[in-house]
């Protein structure tokens, strides 16, 4: 029923509770679980004449801003790579096939797109269970994600 199962961690304990319920699946189904961490770009803050008294626009300001956003993006991809990789570790001591990835980019449009390029069969990811203006203003990747996906998705609630 299940081959692969994607799992979106964002480095938090609470979406690491998603792999409970991958492993499980993974381990009943033979299926493989492929882990993406998905690391919002950082964006580089640029100064504008006028916006703030006394700053003026510089070529080479904005070239050292959008280094500075690139660097800061470089040292997130290692963290999550080091994190990833760990969880990896566990899993295949299970005896299932475990592999995972990190792209820099939106993370539910990644997780879709990734879904549709590795043939996914599932994804399990969990979600805060924010609601009302704080879902309208935050946006939530996991409803995003069971909007738009075309393939199953399995989501993990906060307990009450």
Do not use: C, W
Not at 71 to 93: F, H, M, P
């Amino acid at each position: 029923m299940f081959n692969r199962i994607l799992v979106p961690l964002d480095g938090s304990r609470f979406a690491s509770r998603a792999l409970r319920y991958a492993t499980e699946l993974a381990h009943r189904f033979g299926a493989e679980i492929i882990l993406i961490q998905v690391v919002k770009p950082t964006t580089p803050i640029l100064a504008t004449t006028g916006m703030m008294p006394g700053v003026v626009e510089s070529p080479t300001l904005a070239e050292l801003t959008v280094q500075a956003a690139f660097t800061e993006d470089r040292r997130n991809t290692t963290r999550a790579k080091r994190y990833l990789s760990g969880k990896v570790r566990a899993i295949k001591s299970r005896d299932i096939k475990t592999s995972y990835q990190v792209i820099v980019g939106d993370p539910a449009r990644v997780i879709r797109e990734l879904s549709k390029k590795k043939h996914i069969d599932l994804v399990v990811m969990t979600s805060h269970g924010k609601s009302g203006l704080k879902r309208v203003i935050m946006g939530s990747v996991a409803d995003e994600v069971i909007r738009e996906s075309k393939v199953s998705v399995l989501i993990a609630r906060p307990r009450s």
